[in-house]
């Protein structure tokens, strides 16, 4: 069984820095990529940043330079450093695994609370 369990999120004051770390188990299959996702309250889920298999990296609208996508293929772990963060970035973070076969297969994690907030 499939499994993505996330943790490192929690309340951080506007300018603060939190990171976010998820680890995949139970799937041995080839992974295309890893990403993170985040869902504010009334608003859909929007890409935060995604790793694929040789290190390409992409980032979501506002978050460049700011956050950081990192990936430790041995541990099949994939981590998200946020740095000096607002309160704009207040959302539910959800890890997200993309399988390249068969193709279109991806799972979620459980999702992890950030607030930012003074």
């Known amino acids: 069984q499939v499994q993505l369990v996330e943790s490192g999120g929690g309340l951080v004051q506007p300018g603060g820095s939190l990171g976010l770390s998820c680890t995949l188990s139970g799937s041995s299959a080839e992974i295309r990529r890893m990403a993170w996702y985040r869902q504010a309250p009334g608003k859909t889920r929007t890409l935060v940043a995604s790793?694929?298999?040789?290190?390409?990296?992409f980032y979501g609208d506002g978050v460049q330079g700011r956050f950081t996508i990192t990936r430790d293929n041995a541990k099949n772990t994939v981590s998200l450093q946020m740095n000096n963060l607002t309160p704009e970035d207040t959302a539910v973070y959800y890890c997200?695994?993309?399988?390249?076969?068969?193709?279109?297969?991806?799972?979620w994690g459980q999702g992890t609370q950030v607030t930012v907030s003074s």
């Open positions: 790793m694929g298999n040789y290190g390409t990296t």
């Open positions: 997200n695994v993309a399988f390249r076969n068969p193709p279109g297969s991806e799972y």
